[in-house]
């Protein structure tokens, strides 16, 4: 089983950057050929995959979001980061990671509980 979990501020400030780290336990982040995403859901509206980052450290960027994201890792102590720039209140939003299902392309297999972020003066 593995567990992912979100950690970080609930509340941030207009134009500020926003830093959440995904803990994974149960598993290897550099287990061949996983994928560890980054995703969103703001209120009212459907969920939004943000980036992966990948086994081999190579990643990926939704292009609405490139210029103001960026993912990155710690291995050693198995867990990921999410920084998201020049933030606006509409990207107040629950935000989730998870990890990409090595049977099913685009999908994903484990979730974390997700974390609110506000983004609000």
């Known amino acids: 089983q593995v567990l992912l979990q979100e950690s970080g501020p609930g509340l941030v400030k207009p134009s500020q950057t926003l830093s959440l780290t995904c803990t994974v336990s149960?598993?290897?982040?550099?287990?061949?050929?996983?994928?560890w995403s980054w995703i969103r859901q703001p209120p009212g509206k459907g969920p939004e995959w943000m980036g992966v980052?990948?086994?081999?450290?190579?990643?990926y960027y939704n292009p609405s979001l490139k210029s103001r994201t960026s993912i990155s890792r710690d291995t050693s102590r198995n867990r990921f980061s999410l920084q998201l720039s020049s933030l606006t209140p509409e990207d107040t939003a629950v935000y989730y990671c998870?990890?990409?299902?090595?049977?099913?392309?685009?999908?994903?297999?484990?979730w974390g509980q997700g974390t609110q972020v506000t983004v609000s003066s």
């Open positions: 998870a990890r990409g299902s090595p049977h099913t392309a685009g999908s994903f297999d484990f």
């Open positions: 149960g598993g290897s982040m550099t287990t061949n050929f996983s994928t």
């Open positions: 980052i990948a086994f081999d450290g190579n990643t």
